[in-house]
């Protein structure tokens, strides 16, 4: 039998663990790095605007491989090119299992915006992963970054991010002005601006914060557990519908329901009059020299728990209309 008593005992996890504002700012902490301040950075030619601005920022050499229709990578670029570190984004819950030989005395560096928690689980021998609370949960700020690397963190500024302390009043009081029975509209403008006037901020900071104190009582609040069950059923309710437009069916992480469609503009335009506002991931802004068909075409259907059983009948309702039309 074990001891029973005194301080309880921990597996401690095999990474360094840092928590930041971001994960462009957990991507900024990477970049910094000496170990990878020099080197040339491969990156997927579907990908984030905000990821290449960093890279221009951090002035960091970086060259692309290419994303088929169907979310793989596509190896064959891969081979073309030289590079030192190997950016991947695990899409939309996909977690992709990389032949050894594209990482072999390289670094990895792994974009898990869609994931609540990741690991190495290419057991690469450098690695570096970071994730984005704010994109999956109704945290305002936060990232969590994991490494096997040996990290300086004296760039991490111990406060809150100012646009984190924006994004938290209106989130109040947007959720004040849903509860009222009449609703205000210079209330809803006046939540609106100040969410445009804290993503300004979050894109134009350059400085590392830490996690926001409301953020870290939010993550200890939030039951990971209970949300990913509804998630996934969710997901799957959807699947059964839509499974020939779905591009994430392999998802092992269920934040969205990603279908790849020809109509895209004409079903956005139809869900906003049903006061339905779904996300593009992401938005084509001309920063990849080569051009991917997937900017064009993804729609994604959030299924957080946070929405009703209701609410999301409703979504799923007129996803129906739209689509089947």
């Known amino acids: 039998m074990r001891i029973i008593g005194g301080e309880l005992p921990i597996n ?102 869609f994931f609540y928690d990741f690991f190495n689980h290419n057991n690469a021998k450098l690695w570096a992963g970071f994730n984005s609370y704010r994109k999956i949960s109704h945290l305002a700020d936060g990232s969590l970054l994991l490494t096997n690397m040996t990290f300086d963190a004296k760039d991490i500024i111990c406060d809150n991010a100012p646009y984190s302390i924006n994004k938290y009043k209106a989130k109040y009081m947007k959720y004040k002005y849903l509860l009222e029975d009449k609703r205000d509209l210079n209330k809803e403008k006046a939540y609106l601006d100040l969410f445009s006037l804290a993503e300004k901020q979050l894109y134009d900071q350059k400085n590392i914060y830490t996690i926001s104190y409301n953020s870290i009582y939010n993550l200890a609040k939030y039951d990971y557990t209970s949300s990913s069950v509804i998630q996934k059923k969710r997901f799957n309710e959807l699947l059964n519908l839509f499974d020939k437009y779905c591009i994430n069916s392999k998802a092992e992480e269920y934040s969205f329901f990603v279908i790849k469609i020809d109509n895209r503009e004409e079903i956005i335009q139809f869900l906003r009059k049903k006061g339905i506002y779904l996300p593009i991931h992401w938005p084509y802004k001309g920063q990849s020299p080569v051009s991917n068909i997937l900017y064009e075409k993804l729609i994604s259907i959030p299924l957080f728990f946070f929405y009703s059983d209701e609410e999301f009948e409703f979504l799923k309702e007129s996803l129906i209309e739209v689509v089947y039309k």
């Open 12 to 113: 401690l996890i095999p990474y360094s663990v840092f928590f930041t504002d971001s994960g462009r700012s957990s991507l900024r902490l990477i970049l910094r790095q000496k170990q990878i301040r020099d080197k040339k950075i491969a990156i997927p030619d579907f990908i984030c605007d905000v990821v290449t601005k960093v890279l221009e920022d951090e002035d960091i050499k970086f060259t692309y491989y290419h994303i088929n229709e169907n979310l793989e990578i596509c190896y064959e670029t891969l081979d073309k090119i030289e590079y030192d570190v190997l950016y991947i984004i695990g899409y939309f819950g996909i977690k992709y299992k990389i032949p050894t030989k594209y990482i072999e005395n390289k670094i990895l560096l792994e974009d898990n915006v």
